[in-house]
């Protein structure tokens, strides 16, 4: 009957690992030959990026059992000990932290039941621990480089694939083959007919129903929280860690939802946003070697941002607004802080140009090969981080 409940079924999986690892391996830094190449023996070890920690999982899914349509989601993700750290060698030689091992949880809740007039889609990020990244110029070189060679795989094999899907004419066996069902077809309109207008009936009910689902709006919810987050930015271009600056942003609370309607509907997507958090700041002193204050005070920030339809005038179009509340944000800093983030900033210029120069070269000597030519272009983003401009 059309009163009848659906019946429901509910899976639920859990999924825990004391410890997880995941290595990306800088290719560029293997041991070959080739003009990029480096002389010397601590260059040979390959270079790595390391995120590991424990994990515990829980996904629970509730679907319509005569449909198998999956009608609500909701998972959760409790994450331990997480830290980052480089490393050199596959035995993962000379680590170097980059993220201190750090707490946090991340909660999916997922709505999709036919009674109700939206899809909502909630999204919760939270950190159970004080967040403490300490990011050198050098890894952040290799992170790009890692980045780079990631995209130029997809991209390169998204090219390959374009050359094979190409149009090609019907051969003579093919179109008779097409000739021979369209006269069979044509012998036959009464069952055709028959068969078409029950589908036909079918096809306008499962229509109908497809746009019903398309036509419905969809909210979708994200909320981050962290009590403490501290980023530490140190230059180590010339072969010695030099400390530039650290942040540190205390009791961040964000949060944001998006509406936006479905295919068949004639309204707009909206959204709405927030952040609250205070900031505090420090400087490296090279003259006095310590710690200076940057940010004299806690810089409290609030930032709003909305996209919706205009309320004081009665009118169809969208308006955005974004509102930026602050305190008074007072800085002390030295001349030698300005001094070494301006040599920072020179070193970072350097470095990219030398990479575009080397990733240049290689693109002329290996345009045929995709797979040499992106092992070039990492061997190329390797050579200048190894001569410690």
């Known amino acids: 009957t059309q009163g009848q409940l659906p019946t429901l079924k509910k899976t639920n999986y859990q999924?825990?690992?004391?410890?997880?690892?995941?290595?990306?391996?800088?290719?560029?830094?293997i041991d070959s030959s080739g003009p990029f190449v480096s002389t010397k023996r601590a260059s040979a070890l390959t270079e790595t990026i390391v995120l590991q920690?424990?994990?515990?999982?829980?996904?629970?899914?509730?679907?319509?059992?005569?449909?198998?349509?999956?009608?609500?989601k909701d998972y959760k993700i409790d994450a331990e000990r997480v830290e980052i750290y480089t490393a050199q060698g596959a035995q993962l030689l000379h680590p170097v932290q980059v993220l201190e091992p750090a707490k946090f949880a991340i909660f999916y809740y997922q709505n999709?039941?036919?009674?109700?007039?939206?899809?909502?889609?909630?999204?919760?990020?939270?950190?159970?621990?004080?967040?403490?990244?300490?990011?050198?110029?050098?890894?952040?070189?290799?992170?790009?480089?890692?980045?780079?060679?990631?995209?130029?795989?997809?991209?390169?094999?998204?090219?390959?694939?374009?050359?094979?899907?190409?149009?090609?004419?019907?051969?003579?066996?093919?179109?008779?083959?097409?000739?021979?069902?369209?006269s069979a077809l044509m012998k036959e309109p009464d069952e055709s007919t028959q068969s078409c207008s029950s589908s036909?009936?079918?096809?306008?009910?499962?229509?109908?129903?497809?746009?019903?689902?398309?036509?419905?709006?969809?909210?979708?919810?994200?909320?981050?929280?962290?009590?403490?987050?501290?980023?530490?930015?140190?230059?180590?271009?010339?072969?010695?860690?030099?400390?530039?600056?650290?942040?540190?942003?205390?009791?961040?609370?964000?949060?944001?939802?998006?509406?936006?309607?479905?295919?068949?509907?004639?309204e707009k997507p909206c959204f709405g946003c927030n952040m609250n958090t205070s900031i505090?700041?420090?400087?490296?002193?090279?003259?006095?070697n310590r710690w200076e204050t940057l940010l004299t005070s806690p810089w409290e920030l609030t930032f709003n941002a909305s996209r919706s339809p205009q309320t004081r005038q009665q009118s169809k179009r969208m308006s955005t607004t974004f509102d930026i509340e602050s305190s008074s944000c007072h800085v002390s800093f030295s001349e030698h802080f300005l001094v070494n983030v301006g040599a920072a900033s020179r070193m970072w210029s350097v470095y990219s140009?030398?990479?575009?120069?080397?990733?240049?070269?290689?693109?002329?000597?290996?345009?045929?090969?995709?797979?040499?030519?992106?092992?070039?272009?990492?061997?190329?983003?390797?050579?200048?981080?190894?001569?410690?401009?």
């Open 200 to 266: 036909e009936h079918r096809s306008q009910i499962s229509v109908h129903a497809g746009k019903q689902q398309k036509s419905r709006r969809r909210t979708i919810r994200v909320k981050m929280t962290s009590p403490e987050a501290t980023l530490t930015v140190t230059n180590d271009f010339q072969g010695l860690d030099e400390a530039l600056f650290k942040i540190v942003a205390m009791n961040c609370v964000f949060g944001g939802e998006m509406n936006y309607p479905g295919i068949f509907a004639h």
């Open 280 to 288: 505090l700041a420090d400087y490296f002193d090279a003259a006095s």
């Open 53 to 72: 920690g424990k994990m515990k999982a829980n996904f629970q899914m509730t679907s319509d059992s005569k449909s198998d349509v999956t009608l609500e």
């Open 353 to 389: 140009g030398a990479t575009k120069q080397a990733t240049a070269l290689v693109e002329k000597s290996a345009k045929d090969d995709s797979s040499k030519r992106r092992l070039s272009r990492s061997m190329a983003a390797h050579c200048p981080r190894v001569c410690h401009l």
């Open 112 to 182: 999709e039941n036919v009674g109700v007039s939206s899809h909502l889609t909630d999204l919760k990020f939270v950190t159970l621990s004080p967040i403490d990244l300490t990011v050198s110029m050098q890894n952040a070189a290799l992170a790009s480089t890692l980045a780079s060679s990631i995209t130029d795989s997809f991209s390169s094999d998204k090219d390959g694939n374009d050359d094979e899907d190409e149009f090609h004419s019907l051969t003579a066996t093919d179109a008779s083959r097409i000739a021979r069902l369209d």
């Open 15 to 29: 999924i825990e690992s004391s410890n997880m690892r995941l290595v990306l391996v800088d290719l560029g830094s």
